[in-house]
């Protein structure tokens, strides 16, 4: 039986995984190699062994076997195969499977580098991997076992268990429930995995830190060998994050990407502090400060990372994620606050050898400008934590349960916001040790002056809310300084190696990523920030019920009604959609087709815009009622979203600028290798 | 000497800013705060939370809902579910909680006003999540509308195989 096999592996691997960590702290007490090489190798052996067992899970769920709980629950018949599959990560019992699945294969990838000069670390990171993977691995055991068969009992009830209780008989459901049609969705097929791909990697560099706490090897070396790790889970959550901002759009029909909503918010903490990581690093790498700070930062966003998981998968917080309920709670709360204790703990008692080797002295330079960003996104962070925790807080203090809601948010952050794009501006101009006003005003004033441009066109063209044009005038600045900077770059070096231009600039960006790819970076964050104001500003809509060859008028546009058909479709649902033809300023530009879809098996109906998508704005058409049987009148909203696709194709360059800071750079890397000493200032890298 | 005044710079700062960002948080918290009440407790409370922001939690009644397209006007009833979540896994979980809510003749209800597009998730027992004032009329005047519908195994059992 597939069941018991994967229920097996999922066994075996967490008695692999308390062996491992046995061994592991065995090997290091008793200083014999090789039980750490035994450790090393059992935690080699997990990621097959969890891939027998997601293997088995994603054959049930193809096949339909529902009498597997998990299966009825996620799938129906009428879904199609990529979706049976996908569906692994749909439901909470699959999702921790998943979890343990993709935290398998790192600790495994990272078992496999050449740890020659990193020996000491090795045994703590199997431990510090194996417990993490051995908490997941216990949920799924005790709590949430995605094995697990229904069961009809003598007195005619029905429950999921592992194994048949006595007298029980097996019950297979003729259907599934099927997937959450609001699941349905190209970016929700690939919004949890990169969440999860980016929390899973953010306890690699986790580990390490862990690790020269314990071993006391508190230089920058566990930075340099995990900074990659650091990129790449940074990559993957802001990946999940604007797939999921895409899917909002898409899907929940409300015309906007972002509601603030406890769950949203609880994948973007562990994103803030990470942000704050990726950038303090860097002062450690150059300076040797901050090294407390960095220790603080990794151990915080390991905990949001648990924490994240947690929020996504228990029924605590009410919210539009709350598709799954457990009570994996008490576990969660009981392991973050453990974790964190434990570090938090190793962190006080290395305080010492953690001191800086350098002293901040100026308020302008680039190291004090880093640590004001670190303090935005912090800041940001804690708006954001106890805006999340306000209610439990609120009932434990007063009896009375008080939430706060998007305006909390909105007004809180949006001056933090501010800051951190002015950062973003000032602080590539800034240099090391120490800046004045008068270098910095000396740097700056070309793109300063290139800058005013934006909003003074911007209030020619009739905007006079000064909110969007600060805004406007602060995009422009980080564009400017990002783009002269490229240009100085590129010219220096096309001068200095007497190459063209566009070359130089190749080359340039190609030895410095990290630095470059950063700025590509700043540019998509300028990007979307137009997008953001675009629409948070500048939307507006209008609903009504108009007759078939009636209009609707919004702004410039103008949207005519002219049919509307009901009809089954393969897949087991009904769909009503109508057909709009959409005017711009009285010329036709085209057809929507907005429609709602009822799922017959999950009884549930799904609406799905109809969108006219241009660089200037968005025309986002919602049906959202018609008379049944003429089908003669019909009910629309209609959305005008300025500037919205911005917020996409800045995310789309952010992604590239992350990728570029994060590919493998092998010259560095040897070079990184060579300056490995305390407070080590190297020629390469930024 | 230098050094000491440098640091004293550098905490004076780091001061300032704490104290903004506390700022916006205790300013933020207070200017959109809502009471997250039952249904139950709400209409004990009567007219004290009256005019208040509040989020209420109720199951909805399937036969209650009611739409005016023309109006974009939903109005249906919600009675009153247990806040608490321990008390809900208690009671059986979230599906038998609402359930009984919606069967049980004597639970109070309240009317709900919701001027807007009727949501896909809006069906008999569901659970809606509101924000919104109590009018004087003690109708409940949502402003966002969130609504929860948990899965069931028990719907199963009426499609079993004859295996």
Redesign the interface.
């Known amino acids: 039986m597939l069941v018991n096999l994967g229920y097996g592996a999922v066994f075996i691997t967490a008695l692999l995984c308390l062996y491992s960590i046995g061994a592991a702290v065995y090997g290091v007490q008793r200083k014999q190699a090789v039980w750490v090489d035994s450790a090393r190798n059992a935690m080699l052996l997990i990621f097959p062994l969890l891939s027998l067992a997601a293997l088995s899970l994603v054959i049930q769920l193809v096949t339909s076997h529902f009498e597997v709980a998990f299966v009825a629950e996620v799938t129906s018949r009428a879904m199609p195969t990529y979706l049976k599959a996908t569906a692994w990560w749909g439901g909470q019992a699959g999702s921790l499977l998943f979890w343990a699945w993709l935290m398998s294969a790192f600790t495994s990838a990272v078992t496999l580098r050449k740890w020659e000069r990193d020996r000491e670390f090795l045994p703590w990171v199997i431990v510090v991997g194996m417990v993490t993977l051995g908490f997941f691995l216990f949920l799924i055991l005790a709590f949430e076992n995605p094995f697990a068969r229904l069961w009809a009992l003598p007195s005619g009830r029905v429950e999921a268990h592992m194994f048949a209780p006595q007298g029980a008989t097996l019950f297979i459901p003729r259907d599934g429930n099927g997937l959450n049609p609001l699941l349905r969705h190209p970016g929700m097929i690939i919004h949890p995995p990169m969440l999860y791909l980016g929390f899973v990697a953010f306890v690699i560099p986790y580990a390490f830190a862990i690790a020269a706490l314990i071993t006391g090897r508190t230089d920058d070396r566990w930075i340099r060998l995990t900074r990659r790790w650091a990129l790449w889970a940074w990559l993957f959550l802001s990946l999940g994050l604007i797939l999921g901002a895409r899917w909002a759009y898409d899907v929940l029909g409300w015309g906007g990407y972002w509601g603030w909503d406890p769950v949203e918010i609880s994948a973007f903490m562990p994103w803030l502090s990470g942000t704050a990581f990726v950038h303090s690093v860097m002062i450690q790498e150059k300076r040797g400060m901050l090294k407390h700070w960095n220790m603080i930062l990794i151990i915080t966003t390991y905990a949001l990372v648990i924490f994240g998981t947690f929020l996504t998968r228990s029924g605590v917080l009410s919210s539009v994620h709350a598709f799954a309920q457990s009570e994996i709670g008490p576990a969660f709360f009981l392991f973050i606050g453990l974790t964190f204790l434990a570090s938090m703990s190793l962190l006080f008692w290395r305080w010492n050898s953690l001191k800086a080797n350098n002293q901040m002295t100026s308020f302008l330079s680039r190291e004090a400008l880093f640590m004001l960003n670190n303090v935005v996104f912090m800041g940001i962070l804690v708006i954001c934590f106890w805006g999340v925790i306000f209610p439990l807080i609120s009932e434990l203090v007063t009896g009375q349960k008080v939430t706060v809601g998007p305006p909390f948010y909105e007004r809180a952050t949006a001056p933090l916001f501010v800051v951190m794009l002015l950062l973003m501006g000032i602080a590539p101009l800034s240099a090391w040790r120490h800046s004045t006003a008068k270098t910095l005003g000396r740097a700056m004033w070309k793109p300063f002056v290139v800058s005013l441009l934006a909003p003074i066109l911007a209030f020619a063209g009739g905007i006079r809310l000064w909110a969007a044009l600060l805004t406007f005038w602060l995009a422009a600045f980080v564009a400017a300084v990002t783009l002269y900077e490229f240009w100085r770059g590129a010219q220096a070096r096309s001068r200095r190696h007497a190459e063209p231009l566009p070359v130089a600039l190749w080359k340039l960006a190609g030895r410095n990523r990290r630095r470059y790819g950063g700025y590509l970076i700043h540019l998509g964050v300028v990007l979307m920030s137009i997008g953001i104001i675009g629409i948070e500003v500048f939307q507006t809509e209008t609903q009504r019920t108009i007759p078939q060859g009636g209009e609707i008028t919004l702004g410039a546009y103008t949207m005519k009604y002219d049919s509307l058909a009901i009809f089954d479709t393969a897949d087991n649902r009904n769909a009503a959609r109508a057909v709009v033809s959409v005017y711009k300023n009285g010329e036709y530009v085209g057809e929507l087709h907005p429609r709602r879809d009822f799922f017959y098996d999950s009884q549930q109906s799904m609406t799905i815009p109809g969108v006219r998508s241009t660089w200037e704005d968005d025309f986002y058409v919602l049906l959202v009622d018609w008379l049944p049987v003429t089908a003669e009148g019909a009910t629309f909203k209609v959305f005008h979203n300025p500037l919205v696709n911005w917020v996409w194709f800045g995310g789309l360059v952010f992604i590239l600028g992350t990728l570029v800071a994060a590919w493998p750079e092998r010259e560095t890397e040897s070079a990184a290798v060579t300056a490995w000493q305390p407070g080590g200032v190297h020629a390469t890298g930024d | 000497m230098e ?1 000491k005044a ?1 640091r004293a ?2 905490i004076i ?2 001061v300032l ?1 704490v104290a ?2 506390v700022y ?2 205790v ?3 207070r ?7 039952t249904i139950d407790e709400m209409l004990q409370r009567g007219s004290e939370v009256v005019g208040r922001d509040l ?1 209420i ?1 109720g199951a909805v009644i399937g036969d209650t809902i009611q ?1 005016d ?2 109006a ?1 006007t939903l109005t249906f009833e919600v009675a009153s579910v247990p ?1 608490d ?1 321990a008390e809900v ?1 208690a009671q059986g ?2 599906a038998a909680v609402l359930h009984q809510a919606v069967i049980d003749p004597n639970r109070p209800r309240v009317k709900v006003v919701y001027n ?3 949501p ?2 809006l ?1 008999d027992e569901a659970q809606a ?1 509101m ?1 919104g004032k109590l009018g004087e009329d003690g109708i409940f005047y949502a402003e ?1 509308l ?1 609504l ?4 069931k ?5 009426p ?3 004859n ?1």
């Open positions: 050094n440098n710079k550098f700062g780091g800013i903004a960002i916006l948080i300013s933020s918290t200017a959109s705060a809502q009471y997250f009440l989020r939690s739409y397209p023309q974009l806040g979540n896994e979980g979230l807007d597009v009727k896909d998730l069906r999540i924000t966002e969130l929860k519908c948990p899965t195994y028990e719907e199963a059992v499609q079993q195989t295996q």
